[in-house]
């Protein structure tokens, strides 16, 4: 995305190009790196079940929800909110909602960058031959000596948050949106092909079975707000991402086929990511839940493997990273359009405040893994707390006060005019979704965690 300021009204070249950055933004470690270690850490098939259930009902129309705040706003997500709120004569204060965004999108990047910083380590890693003809327990003593390594953990996520700033600096449309337009159908590819490995091994069977058969005994409260927290998580929503995103996006675009796309594709690659990783999870004798270095300790044994594993094991990495970068730049792009729409601050100028910040905050990630392993809040240590904060909570709070916004608040002129849903029956059963049912469902979830319910 260019210059806010100086684009205001700019407008997506196209659709698609609408259609490739929300992609972008959605599909990234969320889907590849997270996925995989929260399902296995929870159990499998009726995690996954509780996971596509939201996506469906609680994602979807709250993506076209956002989609739609941020078209109409046409401006960051705390001057957008403000707007619509005044236009609906509501209180302004709607705009703290945006805020709230904002803080989850900083606090997101911190961690993100440092496992982003994992992926380029192990494009190193790959290109060198490390993992040739490697165990399991030689790949995951690698990745053990690796996190524990905290010199090399900061360099590698200063590495990704200066280009991370440097990508935001000079805008996203002409570098990265041409790169993102290459670089996600050959993940995909890259995917498909690691699925064709995994469908070669004697525990595909195993592997399909924990990510489809569902054994509703093995989840719990917080399971399932896990599983609803991971739903906004991978589709960048909550936060206001998707609704910077749509304030370029063209008055004709219909906004429901663009959220169901972006879904869809999210959900795909996420699943395929699953079906990837467990068959090797269990032909080499390995825990599911091993946590966040889940895929570091199982792809590489498939790299170690194959034929032209060097290859594909460093394009692999490669693409994790590009994933990455696309969805980091959409992570801290509602706070710099904040400093710079309301604060008068220069592009440059933002991005060096805030960049600066978020990688100080990302420090106690890096040390989490290492020096401060021990160093716990109940029972979680720095990174897990952080995580746990915005995905379990900020997240789907931020999404809950979207849905009632545009359910409750926002008039159903103001909603209907701007979806052009042409068919009635499907405005009508959106609206029922963000007025009802979404909200429902997060505070249900929330109650039922704290033990009320
Ligand atoms: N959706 C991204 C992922 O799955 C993460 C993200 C969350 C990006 C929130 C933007 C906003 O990796």
């Not at 509780?50 to 960051?76: D, F, H, K, S, W």
């Not at 990745?143 to 996203?172: E, N, P, Y």
């Not at 009632?404 to 059963?429: A, H, I, P």
Request: glycine share 10%.
């Amino acid at each position: 995305m260019a210059d806010i300021k100086n684009k205001r009204h700019s407008e997506w070249s196209s659709r698609f190009a609408f259609i490739l950055a929300a992609t972008g933004s959605a599909v990234g470690l969320g889907n590849i790196w997270k996925f995989p270690y929260i399902t296995g850490e929870n159990g499998g098939g009726a995690f996954v079940i509780v996971y596509l259930l939201c996506v469906v009902v609680i994602g979807i129309p709250i993506m076209m929800a956002e989609t739609m705040i941020g078209r109409r706003g046409r401006q960051n997500p705390v001057n957008a909110m403000k707007t619509l709120a005044q236009e609906a004569g509501a209180d302004s204060r709607w705009r703290y909602l945006g805020w709230l965004g904002v803080a989850a999108g900083v606090i997101i990047l911190s961690y993100y960058s440092v496992i982003a910083g994992w992926a380029m380590a192990y494009v190193l890693k790959s290109i060198s031959g490390t993992f040739i003809d490697g165990s399991a327990q030689q790949i995951g003593g690698f990745f053990d000596a690796f996190v524990k390594d905290s010199g090399a953990q900061v360099f590698w996520h200063t590495s990704f948050m200066v280009i991370t700033m440097l990508v935001v600096v000079r805008g996203v449309r002409e570098g990265l949106e041409k790169a993102v337009r290459f670089l996600m159908p050959s993940l995909f590819i890259l995917l498909i092909l690691l699925v064709g490995y995994a469908m070669n091994t004697d525990a595909y069977d195993q592997g399909l079975s924990f990510m489809f058969d569902p054994d509703f005994s093995k989840i719990t409260g917080s399971s399932i707000l896990t599983a609803m927290g991971h739903a906004f998580f991978t589709l960048s929503l909550g936060m206001g991402a998707i609704m910077v995103y749509g304030s370029y996006l063209p008055k004709d675009v219909s906004i429901s086929q663009t959220a169901f796309m972006v879904a869809g594709a999210d959900t795909l690659v996420a699943l395929l990511a699953g079906i990837a990783i467990f068959p090797l999870v269990f032909a080499n004798g390995l825990e599911p839940s091993t946590g966040p270095g889940l895929i570091f300790q199982t792809l590489p044994i498939a790299f170690g493997q194959m034929t032209g594993g060097v290859i594909f094991g460093t394009l692999f990495f490669v693409l994790l990273f590009f994933a990455a970068l696309s969805s980091s730049i959409s992570l801290i792009e509602p706070a710099v359009a904040w400093m710079v729409e309301n604060k008068g601050y220069s592009r440059v100028k933002t991005c060096v405040f805030l960049g600066a910040g978020v990688w100080f905050l990302g420090l106690g990630t890096v040390f989490s893994f290492n020096e401060w392993a021990d160093f716990t809040f109940l029972g979680k240590n720095i990174f897990e707390c952080l995580d746990f904060l915005t995905a379990n909570i900020m997240l789907p709070a931020g999404g809950l006060l979207i849905a009632v916004f545009s359910g409750w608040v926002m008039t159903r002129t103001q909603s209907r005019d701007e979806l052009q849903l042409n068919n009635k029956g499907l405005y009508y059963c959106w609206f029922i979704l963000v007025r009802y049912v979404s909200p429902a469902a997060v505070f249900l979830v929330f109650i039922h965690v704290l033990g009320i319910l």
